[in-house]
């Protein structure tokens, strides 16, 4: 069995509770991260585009800018993974509930905001970017299907590649089946190489499917409110010394994940 | 790139369900739309529907799959001995060999606006409808992999209309790198009323049968449908056609209007021919994403007059499916490759007063001659842009 090996250069962190992975390394350390603010900041979008943006695609665009500011890259260079495996559930709430009600009242902006790539869709344009991008989505595999899929580029096209997952609380009706309960949303910069900005280095095999794998302790129940932060047992690797884990990327697949610090 | 086969594809539209259905009506020039019959509310459109997907039963272990995407997708993996090629590719490499790997846009939403127009007194969904596998984006891709027993890498790719062209690319990469042996790629969309109303409060669907590229086009006209294809690397077959290139880019412009100078489609074009080691010149046919939208068609068409001889030919095959959204990519693959099978060209159906951008590559009407290299545009919202390049088996560029 082929195994992958990827170079981190950037971590992003976004929930209620974190800011960003510092706020991470502070909690799993026994410190107490101040709580961020209550909307995701998204600064690499212009003002305009801010303003109008769903919660979904200011989560995304948070986390993916903290990642590509922490690896120094030009973000108009980096092959775009975005996943989220729900989408934005305020947005399908709403057409869904509109539809049923008056379709013809269906707003066109929701409507196009509403495709799975949105998120990506803002960041390519907010950042220039012409690289190749997409969306995808598995479940609850959705972070470990997209690790695969950021890895499988990085290394066949020898690129680096921004890798985004994130989802929201659900919304309406809708929300007593995604079971979301509150937003998440994480990113990595992952390069063929390493170099200056790597910060770890990951060695992915594919293998059977894992039960899930134990967190620490502060973070004992997150996974269970969100499909996104089953990446918790990677970014908790990554906010310590190294180490292992198994992630689920497929119903019956799992993602060997053995993590050596490089910084 | 190291060229790979297609071992197996097929294709279930408005055209019918499988090849033998789809070459006979483009031999034919047989569109496959009709006016809008499926919204919960009525909508002046024409749509490419897909006839008897409300009948079809999905095996009794999969009720709970059950909705119009996953019965149009079991439709779809039941045409032209589909099922049993990936059976035997199964049984050759292992079913963890094997990755699924499916587009689509909507996945089975009409099942969760079915949900919504019926919920319970307390504001919830009703029992029937508590499936929570059935209202997420993966539903598809999901239910596939149970149904064809796969158990290696699965990934649904959501990038609207470029959906089901991206994962051909996917594939590539996973088969380059030794993760897997084969891939089962190909994608579903259906019709529901969140498309149909939502591309009509964007103002661009038609209230006639779309016509691609005509000088007075005044929309699209949404469809749906499901295809598949099986990739192994070229040792397995050597007859088969090849997927020679894939080229993939982002317009970095707008969230629904194309690059007006089509620079994404350009790059992704670019990518597509330089992987198949391919001059422009090389190419026989392009299956273009001709959406019958104003501006898709004008950057399209403008596109095409820049990077190719008039020898290429070109035309969009909207017009006898509709734009099946999601599921756009595959179809019109695996119209390039009947093309390349049968040396047959397809006309652009509805393009009966030629758009004057439109420069002499346009085939109005079906021709016939030799293609060894077809090509296939897809483009989506989010400015993303997807070309996949086909051979016939042997080709050297």
Known sequence: MSMLRVHVEGVGLWSPQLADFAALRALLAGATAPAPSPRPAAATLPPNERRRAPESVLLAIEAAGQAVAMSGRDAAALACVFASAHGDQAITDYMCATLARSPAELSPTRFHNSVHNAAVGYWTIATGCHAPSTAICAQRASFGAALLEAASQALAEQRAVLLVCSDTTGSGPLAEVTGCAQAFGCALVLAPQAGPATLARLDLQLGTAPADAPLPEPLQGWRAGNPSAASLPLLALLAGAGGHCELPVAATLGLRIDMENVA | ?397
């Open chain 2, 1 to 397: 790139m190291t060229p790979l086969a297609v071992t197996a594809y097929t294709a279930t539209s408005a055209m019918g369900s499988g090849l033998a259905a789809q070459l006979d009506a483009l031999e034919h020039a047989r569109s496959g739309l009709r006016p809008n019959d499926i919204s919960s509310a009525p909508l002046a459109c024409w749509v490419g529907r897909v006839d008897g997907v409300e009948g079809i039963a999905l095996p009794a272990a999969f009720g709970a799959w059950d909705c119009r995407n996953n019965r149009l997708a079991w439709l779809g993996l039941n045409q032209d001995g589909f099922l049993e090629r990936v059976h035997a590719a199964r049984t050759r490499y292992g079913a963890d060999r094997v990755a699924l790997l499916l587009g689509t846009s909507t996945a089975s939403i009409g099942a969760t606006e079915e949900a919504y127009r019926r919920l319970d007194a307390d504001g919830g969904f009703a029992d029937d409808m508590l499936r929570p596998a059935i209202h997420a984006p993966h539903s598809l891709a999901a239910f596939v992999a149970a149904a064809l027993e796969l158990e290696g890498p699965c990934l649904t790719v959501s990038t609207a209309c470029s959906s089901s062209a991206k994962v051909f690319a996917s594939a590539e990469r996973m088969i380059r790198l030794g993760l897997v042996d084969a891939a089962v790629v190909g994608g579903v969309d259906t019709l529901c009323d969140s498309v149909l109303f939502g591309f009509n409060a964007l103002e661009l669907v038609s209230p006639e049968p779309c016509r691609p590229f005509d000088a007075a086009r005044n929309g699209i006209s949404i469809g749906e449908a499901a295809g598949f294809a099986l990739l192994e690397r070229i040792e397995a077959a050597a007859d088969a056609p090849r997927l020679l290139g894939y080229g993939e880019a982002s317009d970095a412009h707008h969230m629904s209007t194309p690059h007006p100078d089509g620079l994404g489609a350009e790059l992704a074009l670019n990518d597509a021919l330089a992987r198949g080691g391919l001059d422009a010149a090389r190419v026989d046919y392009i299956n273009l994403h001709g959406t019958a939208s104003q501006k898709n068609d004008e950057v399209e068409a403008a596109l095409v007059g820049r990077v190719f001889p008039a020898r290429t030919r070109a035309s969009s095959t909207k017009g006898f499916t509709g734009h099946t959204l999601g599921a756009a990519g595959i179809v019109e693959a695996t119209i390039a490759l009947q093309a390349i099978e049968h040396g047959l060209v397809p006309g652009n159906l509805g393009g009966d007063t030629p758009d004057p951008i439109c420069g002499a590559h346009f085939a109005w009407c079906n021709e016939r001659q030799r293609v060894d290299v077809a090509l296939s545009n897809s483009f989506g919202f989010g400015g993303n842009n997807a070309c996949l390049a086909f051979a016939r088996a042997g080709f050297a560029a």
